[in-house]
């Protein structure tokens, strides 16, 4: 065009049952781009949580960081620290669930183990507080026989639990940002991978 600016390619379709090879084409090239920016866009979701405190003695990203820092010192594989960094980063859109937040936006790129702990850490998380909101504490007990309990558990002990103090030194978001995008580059379990790409 004059004003330099390229015409973005688009599907035609009015409606899917008018969908051609041609149209999903334009559209899957559009996803592979907009895909490789995941990594990006959850970092900037996770600086959502800076300054805000909720009433804790440190705000949720300095949360973040000390939890994944700790697990990353304590000699935590790559994908481990990047969920203990994104484990509360449902905490803006999932005030009354946001285990399951953070759990969804893994879930492709993870374990099952670190799936679960990530979904079920608030529960195992309330081991440490519930008593003291008239809940039950050993909520997390219906898991027991579960073969991730142990894991979970663990989690919040050394890491979710322990990560509120205003004094520790924890590394800054960009020590892992390239944790993150390496994490997100590796999809392997979602329904939109064609075999060949897993
Ligand atoms: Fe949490
Ligand atoms: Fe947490």
Same mark, same amino acid.
């Given at each position: 065009?004059?004003?330099?600016?390229?015409?973005?390619?688009?599907?035609?379709?009015?409606?899917?049952?008018?969908?051609?090879?041609?149209?999903?084409?334009?559209?899957?090239?559009?996803?592979?781009?907009?895909?490789?920016?995941?990594?990006?866009?959850?970092?900037?979701?996770?600086?959502?949580?800076?300054?805000?405190? !909720?009433? &804790?003695?440190?705000?949720?990203?300095? $949360?973040? *960081?000390?939890?994944?820092?700790?697990?990353?010192?304590?000699? @935590? /594989?790559?994908?481990?620290?990047?969920?203990?960094?994104?484990?509360?980063?449902?905490?803006?859109?999932?005030?009354?669930?946001?285990?399951?937040?953070?759990?969804?936006?893994?879930?492709?790129?993870?374990?099952?183990?670190?799936?679960?702990?990530?979904?079920?850490? !608030?529960? &195992?998380?309330?081991?440490?507080?519930? $008593?003291? *909101?008239?809940?039950?504490?050993?909520?997390?007990?219906?898991? @027991? /026989?579960?073969?991730?309990?142990?894991?979970?558990?663990?989690?919040?002990?050394?890491?979710?639990?322990?990560?509120?103090?205003?004094?520790?030194?924890?590394?800054?978001?960009?020590?892992?940002?390239?944790?993150?995008?390496?994490?997100?580059?590796?999809?392997?379990?979602?329904?939109?991978?064609?075999?060949?790409?897993?």
């Amino acid at each position: 065009m004059a004003d330099g600016q390229e015409v973005e390619t688009r599907a035609k379709f009015r409606e899917m049952l008018e969908g051609s090879k041609d149209d999903w084409d334009i559209i899957a090239e559009h996803s592979r781009h907009f895909n490789k920016g995941l990594a990006g866009r959850v970092i900037d979701h996770l600086k959502l949580l800076d300054g805000d405190f !909720g009433g &804790f003695p440190v705000d949720r990203l300095t $949360h973040s *960081l000390q939890t994944a820092t700790r697990a990353h010192r304590d000699g @935590r /594989d790559e994908e481990y620290v990047v969920c203990a960094l994104l484990h509360d980063i449902g905490d803006t859109l999932g005030s009354f669930n946001h285990p399951d937040v953070a759990a969804a936006i893994l879930k492709p790129f993870v374990s099952e183990a670190n799936h679960w702990m990530v979904a079920n850490h !608030g529960m &195992f998380q309330g081991y440490y507080f519930f $008593h003291h *909101l008239g809940l039950d504490r050993n909520m997390r007990d219906q898991f @027991r /026989d579960h073969p991730h309990f142990e894991y979970c558990a663990q989690f919040c002990h050394l890491y979710d639990q322990s990560a509120f103090d205003p004094d520790y030194q924890s590394e800054p978001l960009d020590f892992f940002v390239p944790m993150v995008e390496r994490v997100f580059s590796r999809p392997k379990n979602s329904m939109y991978l064609r075999k060949t790409e897993e």
